[in-house]
């Protein structure tokens, strides 16, 4: 991959010395690009999918690229060359590739990417080379990758990618990082209000463990009759459009040919494919479900079982942390260590969502911790309320 030119750029002020604004842009330039262009070789390395691992590696070969690019341009403007080393968000996202795959991460690379897109358009430095548009790029392919069905690679057949929504993945990890957090906050807010009204430390934590294992039993409950209901209709769906490919082949082909057409095949090749693609019915349906209904049929959109298990976990654990301290400490000091372990526990949480958000962690862990600490003093005042009114 050649390096952006530079031939066409603005010249640096008199003296070849950028201004310290340009040099904190340049450098924050330069850790972006860093970080995306490991992110995607972690996610090359664990892609299982030779035709997607290859197009992360294309896109690391650019963002490499771009690295170069504002290395030069701090070289240039009197600083030192700094070091390449990836921020803490990407080691972490990273992690999670090498873990649980790269699948799991595109949601929120993708995300970042069309947040990003247009980062280049009004810096002079990228005037005249191909980086705006490279970025512009990366977020709709990402978007691609990532947008209804999964990132499904049809490689063979049309050398692209396909499937029903990205609910897996990054979406899975952002709603593991949220139930952990629904599990804490309402513990954490339930202790405290029964701490308020003066309960015996015993039913203080009597009350925290019923309330942690109610609320992981409803969550899981309320997961896996949203996943069933869901995989019931898509079976329906699939079904009804069973019956329209024997019934009716030639308007199945042709609304086939079409979503080829919005694709940007020419009318002659999306109307061949179609053609071969009706000709064998089974994967007439399969492409049907995927191109017109956006259902991966070999999943049906997940294991209602799996979903209703994964969230019972995740609240649980959550739910852990403020109800741990009651079994180790007695008194004030159990509320008080309750506090602290919720405290710390919500901060991290709040960490944890700038992965997705893109704010900075610090930020989002104290919004977090506020909010938190907020829901818990509403609770606690409750109870002392109730205390005063009614007595211990």
Avoid at 33 to 40: G, I
Avoid at 175 to 200: K, R
Avoid at 255 to 282: C, H, M, P, Q, T
Wanted: with cysteine; proline share 4%.
């Amino acid at each position: 991959m050649s390096a952006p030119d530079e031939s066409k750029q603005a010249a640096l002020p008199r003296g070849g010395r950028a201004n310290p604004d340009d040099l904190r842009r340049y450098r924050r330039n330069l850790q972006s690009e860093v970080d995306s262009a490991a992110l995607y070789r972690a996610m090359a390395d664990h892609e299982p999918q030779p035709e997607l691992a290859d197009v992360y590696r294309r896109l690391a070969q650019v963002e490499e690229a771009h690295v170069e690019f504002w290395c030069r341009r701090l070289v240039k403007a009197g600083a030192q060359r700094p070091p390449l080393l990836p921020s803490w968000r990407a080691r972490v996202l990273m992690a999670l590739a090498r873990r649980l795959g790269a699948k799991t991460v595109l949601p929120v690379v993708a995300a970042q990417e069309s947040q990003d897109r247009t980062t280049y358009d009004a810096q002079r430095e990228a005037s005249g080379t191909q980086m705006p548009a490279q970025e512009r790029s990366h977020a709709r392919l990402l978007a691609r990758l990532a947008s209804p069905g999964g990132a499904a690679w049809d490689g063979g057949a049309y050398a692209r990618l396909e499937g029903r929504h990205g609910a897996g993945g990054g979406n899975a990890l952002r709603a593991a990082v949220l139930g952990a957090n629904d599990g804490l906050v309402s513990t954490f807010s339930l202790v405290m209000g029964v701490a308020g009204a003066q309960f015996e430390a015993s039913t203080v934590l009597a009350t925290g463990l019923a309330g942690m294992l109610a609320g992981a039993c409803s969550m899981a409950m309320g997961e896996w009759i949203s996943v069933q209901s869901s995989r019931e209709m898509y079976a329906r769906q699939i079904a009804a459009e069973a019956d329209e490919l024997a019934e009716v082949p030639a308007e199945e082909q042709a609304e086939l040919a079409l979503i080829y057409r919005a694709k940007g095949f020419e009318a002659a090749e999306a109307e061949a494919i179609a053609a071969r693609v009706i000709a064998d019915k089974s994967a007439a349906l399969d492409t049907l479900a995927r191109e017109e209904l956006g259902i991966n049929p070999d999943d049906l959109g997940g294991s209602a079982g799996n979903a209703a298990a994964a969230s019972f976990v995740v609240f649980l654990v959550g739910a852990l942390v403020p109800v741990l301290p009651l079994f180790y400490l007695d008194g004030q000091t159990a509320i008080i260590g309750c506090a602290i372990a919720s405290a710390l526990g919500l901060f991290a949480i709040g960490a944890g969502i700038s992965l997705f958000t893109g704010r900075h962690a610090a930020w989002s862990g104290l919004r977090q911790l506020v909010i938190g600490l907020a829901a818990a003093a509403v609770t606690y005042g409750a109870g002392r309320g109730l205390e005063g009114l009614f007595g211990s």
